[in-house]
């Protein structure tokens, strides 16, 4: 899959500058954005609209991810 290769890169590259770990990559476009959450070995994405607020994206993802590793 794209969007976790992406995050492998990320992964890498926030190594490299010594801010890692990675908690999401976000990826904006004109139309939307993609939002990817890494927690352990759980990955979850989410699509949105560009006027979607990005704090809100990030927090739902968030709470699932914590959820789903209990």
Do not use: Y
């Amino acid at each position: 899959m794209v969007v976790s290769r992406l995050l492998q890169i990320g992964a890498k590259s926030a190594s490299m500058a010594k801010i890692d770990p990675v908690k999401a990559l976000v990826i904006e476009g004109e139309r939307g954005r993609v939002v990817a959450r890494n927690e352990g070995k759980l990955l979850v994405i989410a699509f949105s609209n560009p006027e979607t607020p990005l704090g809100m994206v990030k927090l739902e993802l968030e709470e699932l991810a914590k959820k789903s590793t209990r």
